[in-house]
């Protein structure tokens, strides 16, 4: 029913699903689950806390459910939960969360590249990409069919939205709203993420009015507290416009890339 070769060390408590393949110098500890039909490549280590779901790729050298980096770990029993139909390819090490029975979450398809790193208590959506060697710290989110770039930073407690593409090299050191594109350090709004949006099947019309949205919040020198203000005024009420108007609201007009002299209020 499954596959392990006699190089790899299995915990006798671990629990493995149906049509799992684990290969050689792969270990398995205790208080680990495995769903059917993953695949555990070379020198793979998943360790105490694992919560695996199905049909997930783990390429050479990958560490999951890495004990926390964090001096506030004691050495509390956490997890990470992984959903399913995930490539993770080589050395990507995922830290488990610091605080006693709570998780480090990673959702359903997504691509986490070569050597990247997602710290304890993040939560990656599904359909995330995720480019070789990027970082991301501790109590992070990151929102559906975003894609981060190689050697981006994502710094403590930030919140990146949905729809989202942070360029190659960006440190992010606040919230992200939906649908934009970040570049540069220090971070800079780039523009709106059209190409994606496209590739969503959201139409031209809609693209335009997150574009208004963000002509208020980005280039009208005004605080975001006002731009919101205008935006409620200026762009019809649509999903997109409300998501926008909520995002920024939940976390008190704190957004990254803002202009030196606004401020958020």
Aim: aromatic fraction near 8%; charge should be neutral; include cysteine.
């Amino acid at each position: 029913m499954f596959q392990i070769s006699p190089l790899a060390f299995v915990h006798p408590n671990a629990k493995i699903g149906d049509n799992v393949t684990i290969n050689a110098f792969a270990y398995i500890d205790d208080n680990v689950e495995i769903g059917e039909g993953c695949v555990i490549g070379p020198h793979v280590s998943i360790r105490s806390g694992a919560r695996i779901g199905k049909n997930n790729r783990f390429y050479d050298g990958c560490v999951i459910s890495a004990a926390p980096q964090d001096f506030r770990w004691k050495g509390e029993d956490s997890f990470v939960e992984i959903g399913d139909n995930n490539c993770i390819r080589e050395h990507v090490i995922i830290n488990r969360s610091i605080h006693a029975g709570k998780s480090t979450k990673i959702g359903n398809n997504s691509f986490i590249m070569a050597q990247s790193h997602i710290g304890h208590d993040s939560i990656v959506g599904d359909y995330v990409v995720i480019g070789n060697a990027a970082k991301i710290a501790g109590a992070c989110k990151i929102g559906n069919y975003t894609i981060l770039s190689s050697n981006a930073l994502v710094h403590e407690n930030c919140d990146i939205a949905e729809w989202v593409l942070i360029k190659g090299g960006c440190r992010v050191n606040n919230n992200v709203p939906p649908f934009t594109i970040m570049a540069h350090n220090p971070i800079e709004y780039y523009g709106v993420n059209a190409y994606i949006l496209r590739k969503g099947k959201k139409s031209e019309a809609t693209i335009d009015d997150i574009a208004k949205c963000y002509r208020h919040i980005y280039q009208s020198q005004t605080s975001p507290f006002n731009a919101l203000k205008r935006i409620e005024t200026d762009v019809d009420p649509s999903t997109e416009r409300d998501e926008i108007l909520k995002f920024i609201k939940k976390h008190d007009y704190r957004l990254a890339a803002l202009p030196p002299e606004v401020t958020a209020e």
